[in-house]
T-cell receptor, first 114, second 112 residues
Framework: DAGVIQSPRHEVTEMGQEVTLRCKPI?????LFWYRQTMMRGLELLIY????????DSGMPEDRFSAKMPNASFSTLKIQPSEPRDSAVYFC????????????FGEGSWLTVV | DQQVKQNSPSLSVQEGRISILNCDYT??????FLWYKKYPAEGPTFLIS?????DKNEDGRFTVFLNKSAKHLSLHIVPSQPGDSAVYFC???????????FGQGTTLQVKP
């Protein structure tokens, strides 16, 4: 258990509102990922950070999405304004080292935009 | 444009039989291929991985096969158990860039 804490676990919001999803991993990981789970695309990589620096944000669907990582123990994913098609489960994951089996996920944030 | 493809959304298998989950990829630059398992309302958890320089890795009931020429990855579970019922995601990971990309997932149902 790498202790990746996501909040909120569930959020229901109205279209047009700002949504902020939070991730608090135990420090000591080099990489942090944000994924979105949908039926069509599975686990879709949105953005990932290395040592708090964004490396690849090509998966961020639109300018309405932004992510920050001010320190090794905290990251946010913001959607402004939110739309119904943003409804999904958003996962944060962390990883260290070269091996692919040391990647740990949080339990996800379930977002519903009505 | 899906780099990692799991073309079967679902699979149903009888308990005790073999489950075979398949995955195709397009980019050969990744170092590791992984399988993750996900139960409802939980985050994905690591199941098994294989280095790109190998063609087989076995861990108990789980075996992953890698066919680099075909760019194909498969996970064999034998014997299948009802507790194996979950969504299985394949993924590719680059040790160089740290990038980790997943497929769409396959829902496995193991019937008692």
């Amino acid at each position: 258990d790498a202790g990746v804490i996501q909040s909120p676990r569930h959020e229901v919001t109205e279209m047009g509102q700002e949504v902020t999803l939070r991730c608090k991993p135990i420090s000591g990981h080099d990489y942090l990922f944000w994924y979105r789970q949908t039926m069509m695309r599975g686990l879709e990589l949105l953005i990932y950070f290395n040592n708090n620096v964004p490396i690849d944000d090509s998966g961020m669907p639109e300018d309405r999405f932004s992510a920050k990582m001010p320190n090794a123990s905290f990251s946010t994913l913001k959607i402004q304004p939110s739309e119904p098609r943003d409804s999904a489960v958003y996962f944060c994951a962390v990883h260290s080292g070269p091996l692919g089996n040391t990647i740990y996920f949080g339990e996800g944030s379930w977002l519903t935009v009505v | 444009d899906q780099q990692v493809k799991q073309n079967s959304p679902s699979l149903s298998v009888q308990e005790g039989r073999i489950s075979i989950l398949n995955c195709d990829y397009t980019n050969s630059m990744f170092d590791y291929f992984l399988w993750y398992k996900k139960y409802p309302a939980e985050g994905p958890t690591f199941l098994i991985s294989i280095s790109s320089i190998k063609d087989k890795n076995e861990d108990g009931r789980f075996t992953v096969f890698l066919n680099k020429s075909a760019k194909h990855l498969s996970l064999h579970i034998v014997p299948s158990q009802p507790g194996d019922s979950a969504v299985y995601f394949c993924a590719e990971h680059s040790g160089n860039t740290g990038k980790l990309i997943f497929g769409q997932g396959t829902t496995l149902q193991v019937k008692p």
